[in-house]
């Protein structure tokens, strides 16, 4: 079965703390994964996608993700997280007909 | 910046009642998908569109109606809201050979 699953429900962080947040797919065809944001009262924004080449993807905000094959993984990462870091962030795979698969996404707090 | 617009924001109607959630973009995309997403849930689609004409139910079991008569426009419908369809809907579009997906910033109903 296609699925998406995000382990860390709720991170609480200070400022300059470090970042990441764990996904795993499940999925037998052409892996194209994605990270979304989506900061209080604004839309679901990219911020970053994998679909093939360097496993290391960058995006948007500091943000980076490691696609790792063998662990079914794309795990997000941040080195220095700010307060405006602050929102839900969802793993997504894409599966056939440009479908997207959501994980249950992961609050992030960051305190001053 | 995403020009994928929902309407209304919010809403809360009673039991019965028939609505229709707008959902419009202004990129000329082929595809648009409904998504439904509960707190603290993943975002499950429920329908979506390759193009004028065309559209197809999604993974999660909706009672909902759409149509797609026109490429910038794929109105959501409830023929008789009940309380279980309570939610938060996020429309999006994508077009065939990218694969970035653009979110509006939903619509959240309440029907009591």
């Given at each position: 079965?296609?699925?998406?699953?995000?382990?860390?429900?709720?991170?609480?962080?200070?400022?300059?703390?470090?970042?990441?947040?764990?996904c795993?797919y499940?999925y037998g065809g052409t892996v194209n994964l994605f990270w979304y944001?989506?900061?209080?009262?604004?839309?679901?924004?990219l911020l970053l996608k994998y679909f093939s080449g360097d496993p290391l993807v960058k995006g948007i905000?500091g943000f980076e993700a490691e696609f790792i094959k063998s662990k079914f993984s794309f795990n997000l990462r941040?080195?220095?997280?700010?307060?405006?870091?602050?929102?839900?962030?969802?793993c997504a795979v894409k599966v056939?007909?440009d479908?997207l698969?959501?994980?249950?996404?992961?609050?992030?707090?960051?305190?001053? | 910046?995403?020009?994928?617009?929902?309407?209304?924001?919010?809403?809360?109607?009673?039991?019965?009642?028939?609505?229709?959630?707008?959902?419009?973009?202004?990129?000329?995309?082929?595809?648009?998908?409904?998504?439904?997403?509960?707190?603290?849930?993943?975002?499950?689609?429920?329908?979506?569109?390759?193009?004028?004409?065309?559209?197809?139910?999604?993974?999660?079991?909706?009672?909902?109606?759409?149509?797609?008569?026109?490429?910038?426009?794929?109105?959501?419908?409830?023929?008789?809201?009940?309380?279980?369809?309570?939610?938060?809907?996020?429309?999006?579009?994508s077009?065939?050979g990218t694969l970035e997906a653009?979110?509006?910033?939903?619509?959240?109903?309440?029907?009591?």
């Open positions: 079965a296609q699925s998406v699953s995000q382990h860390n429900h709720h991170v609480i962080l200070s400022e300059a703390a470090s970042l990441e947040l764990g795993n499940s944001v989506q900061y209080p009262g604004q839309h679901l924004q905000k941040k080195p220095s997280v700010q307060w405006s870091d602050t929102a839900e962030y969802f056939e007909a479908k698969i959501f994980g249950t996404g992961t609050r992030l707090q960051v305190f001053p | 910046e995403a020009d994928i617009y929902q309407t209304p924001r919010y809403l809360v109607i009673g039991t019965g009642k028939k609505i229709t959630l707008e959902c419009s973009q202004t990129m000329g995309h082929d595809k648009m998908y409904w998504y439904q997403q509960d707190p603290g849930m993943e975002l499950h689609l429920i329908h979506y569109s390759y193009g004028v004409n065309s559209t197809e139910k999604g993974d999660l079991s909706s009672e909902s109606t759409v149509s797609r008569i026109r490429t910038e426009h794929f109105p959501l419908t409830l023929e008789s809201a009940r309380p279980s369809h309570t939610s938060q809907y996020l429309c999006a579009s077009y065939t653009f979110f509006g910033q939903g619509t959240r109903l309440t029907v009591v």
